[in-house]
């Protein structure tokens, strides 16, 4: 390989390109077969310097119709990562140096989006889990899907060691351009499958592509060091071209040319018929772009099916290898879907706009100035127009007449207008309610009256635009995860399974990486984002399965706990006794809590009988009152202090209950002798416990009241309560017997 030394020649332009295209027939190379070229590692050194020259050239073709066809898609990427990184260039309008502040809208966005997305993707180091597919009902899938996702997690996190951080950078890239690209393959100089980002205009195919496995070509733009081209050559990878140095991109210095400036090569998959067969192979075309030159081409075939026709064989299909996954934001029709950059450049520009003038308005009210008659106003010997104040500062003037103010006109401006207040108040709710930018969705409280459940809601509502997201990002990341899956298999599954002999799924066997169909590899997150809040609620639903027999009880604990982010959640778990406990000692359990069930309702039986018994205590208590009441109207003397005494022991007794009431809720036995305000027992017939005697009415001098009016039911009445002793129609207040008008004159109740 020959770099070429100064002078240094500017290259030709592409329309210059004269040399027509070359069709696979017009090749000169002959004799190469399916297999030659499936197997050779560089197939260009199969072909004749005459037919690489022509291959070279349609590709730089194929590139520039491509890359022109982009051209406005470009533009809006460019525009939108400088609102991103709020680049603003010097205003000369409507002065120099007048206002162009950039309102972070799409910054907003953009971090809002990447700070939701991005710690959902690594779970208690998972980020691969597998899935089993179809029943499995000895278990056997569901272990080999244990170890598949923890040596898959494995790989990517620690022998790809720079996954994460590119899956980070990819993240924040395609909320802003709408499309990245992941490409996947093995490299054999580091040894491992690699998997890096690549940014959406680096990628580059018609704008009218859909989707990658139908493209007829894809061209991946990078750079190459010079020392990188030096190593591919010598390792066999690249042919042994001469390259000139102006073929580099870079930028000439007041030093001169950078000589250690990268060179651009153009890694194009595309389809050529080098076997002449009439159909086109699926091949990887390494081109250094400014030269021409072929570097490389290797095939990619997969799966080669043949149809068979008596003794002739011929090539019916040839399934690729695809290397690149597309990561797409909001999808468009296109390949290269919107993001933030498209969806939110036009509304970002208006508030930059409206900020702009308002700034530059309240600037101009500020500053002053007006006009002043001329030569009626000397400043300083000089009748200048310019006049600088500082803070607290003042100037003499020169001035002939009676009042200033005659000969000055203070110009005044109207400052920023109420319109544009309003207008931009509109146009940022509009945008935030387009980008998800609400105040409940960035940490802030909905409001001091809103609901927990009204909150989940609203933060439901509120991420069904990036659940819609999150689900492409997830099905992006799955057709990602089964390329690294497949390139394992092949190139590297034995460095694996000896760097990680096992983990707790066991040891790797041969078939856990083969894609049978058995078991699939999905993302640890799933195609939902959220957040901690909701997977805390959907946790706490699971808890009240655990005493359901069948039910894994472990999983639920497991899933709890996860959802509570805690740290290190495997060291609150003991494999050894997490044991399922078997139907004898659940139907033990469920026993005792019907016992338990029982008691309780008993005691609340008793507590409703005791409080009815109280009720009707109260009752009599509110009767005697009112007959007391009625008596002091119209009655003096021992018949009026005899009630009044029988009332008090009616108190005492309601007292009574109501302490024995309160000493049966906190379980205890109450000591009724030593109660406050206890009761003394009253005269009268054993039994009776000490209520008044005879005919249920109060005891006057052994005998009943006038009128026979039962205040309490005792011997000889029965209770308000007919359950209770001595219940019956005689107990409790006798109002159906009017007293005598000669005895006591007491009115009936």
């Known amino acids: 390989m020959v770099f070429a030394e100064y002078p240094v020649i500017s290259r030709p332009p592409r329309e210059q390109i004269t040399q027509p295209l070359v069709d696979a027939m017009d090749l000169e190379t002959e004799d190469l077969d399916l297999e030659q070229l499936q197997s050779a590692p560089n197939v260009a050194e199969l072909l004749e310097e005459n037919d690489r020259n022509a291959i070279g050239q349609r590709v730089l073709r194929d590139y520039e119709v491509d890359e022109a066809s982009l051209e406005d898609w470009r533009k809006g990427v460019e525009e939108g990562r400088k609102l991103f990184q709020m680049l603003t260039k010097e205003k000369t309008f409507p002065w120099p140096g007048a206002s162009n502040v950039v309102y972070p809208l799409i910054a907003q966005a953009v971090m809002n989006f990447h700070g939701r997305a991005y710690p959902n993707l690594v779970k208690e180091g998972q980020v691969v889990r597998g899935q089993v597919i ?170 080669v099916i043949f149809k068979e026709d008596g003794e002739q064989r011929s090539v019916a299909r040839i399934e690729p290898v695809h290397y690149f996954t597309v990561y797409q934001f909001i999808p468009s029709g296109s390949l290269y879907a919107l993001g933030y950059s498209q969806l939110l450049y036009h509304v970002n520009q208006m508030i930059n706009t409206l900020i702009n003038i308002m700034i530059d308005a309240g600037a101009l009210q500020n500053a002053g100035g007006g006009f002043f008659k001329a030569g009626a106003v000397n400043i300083g010997g000089d009748r200048s127009r310019t006049l600088m104040f500082d803070i607290g500062q003042w100037h003499g003037i020169h001035f002939s007449g009676d009042d200033i103010r005659k000969v000055l006109y203070d110009r005044i401006s109207q400052g920023p207008s109420p319109a544009l207040f309003n207008l931009l108040d509109i146009l940022i709710k509009s945008a935030e309610k387009l980008a998800s930018i609400t105040d409940v969705l960035t940490g802030q409280p909905p409001g001091a009256n809103a609901s927990p459940t009204t909150t989940l809601a609203m933060i439901e509502q509120g991420l069904q635009q990036f659940n819609a997201i999150y689900r492409r990002l997830h099905h992006s990341m799955r057709e990602e995860f089964q390329k690294i899956q497949r390139l394992i298999r092949e190139y590297d599954f034995d460095s694996l399974r000896e760097a990680r002999p096992g983990g707790e799924g066991g040891a790797l066997e041969e078939t856990d990486f083969d894609q049978d169909g058995l078991v699939d590899v999905i993302p640890v997150a799933g195609p939902d984002m959220p957040t901690n809040v909701q997977e805390m609620a959907r946790a706490n639903l699971l808890l009240p399965l655990i005493s359901i027999p069948g039910m894994n009880r472990m999983e639920i604990i497991r899933r709890y706990v996860n959802a509570s982010q805690q740290e290190n959640t495997e060291m609150l778990f003991d494999e050894a006794s997490a044991q399922q406990p078997d139907m004898e000692s659940l139907l033990k359990q469920k026993e005792l809590e019907l016992k338990y069930r029982e008691q309780i309702m008993k005691e609340h039986k008793n507590a409703m009988d005791l409080a009815y018994q109280q009720a009707l205590i109260v009752k009599l208590r509110c009767d005697s009152i009112h007959a007391l009441a009625s008596a002091e109207a119209q009655e003096a003397g021992s018949q009026l202090d005899q009630y009044k005494a029988q009332l008090d022991e009616i108190t005492k007794l309601t007292d009574l209950m109501a302490q024995v009431n309160e000493a049966g809720q906190e379980g205890e036995e109450p000591d009724v002798a030593k109660q406050p305000g206890r009761m003394e027992p009253l005269a009268g017939n054993a039994g009776n416990a000490g209520l008044p005697q005879g005919g249920g009415g109060m005891d006057t001098a052994g005998g009943a009241p006038p009128g026979g009016g039962r205040i309490f039911g005792g011997v000889g009445g029965e209770s308000l309560n007919p359950s209770m002793p001595g219940g019956g129609p005689g107990g409790g207040m006798d109002h159906g017997a009017a007293p005598p008008a000669s005895t006591s004159g007491l009115p009936p109740v």
Not at 207 to 232: G, S, W
Request: hydrophobic fraction near 30%.
């Open 134 to 303: 179809g029943p499995d009902p000895e278990g056997k899938k569901a272990a080999r899907a244990k170890r598949l996702g923890e040596a898959l997690s494995y790989y990517l996190l620690e022998r790809m060691d720079n996954w994460e951080s590119e899956h980070d950078a990819l993240l924040l890239d395609y909320a802003i351009t709408g499309t990245a690209f992941k490409k996947t393959y093995y490299d054999p100089r580091r040894g491992h499958v690699v998997s890096e980002w690549v940014k959406a205009e680096d990628l580059v195919t018609h704008q009218r592509t859909k989707n990658l496995q139908q493209a007829q070509r894809i061209t991946h733009v990078y750079d190459l060091y010079f020392n990188e081209i030096v190593e591919m050559v010598r390792s066999g990878a690249f042919l042994d071209e001469d390259l000139n140095p102006e073929s580099a991109d870079g930028e000439e210095g007041a030093g001169g040319l950078d000589l250690e400036r990268p060179h651009r090569i153009l890694e194009q998959h595309r389809w050529l018929d080098l076997d002449k067969d009439g159909y086109q192979e699926p091949y990887v075309v390494t081109v250094h772009r400014d030269s021409g030159k072929v570097l490389r081409i290797r095939s990619r075939f997969r799966k």
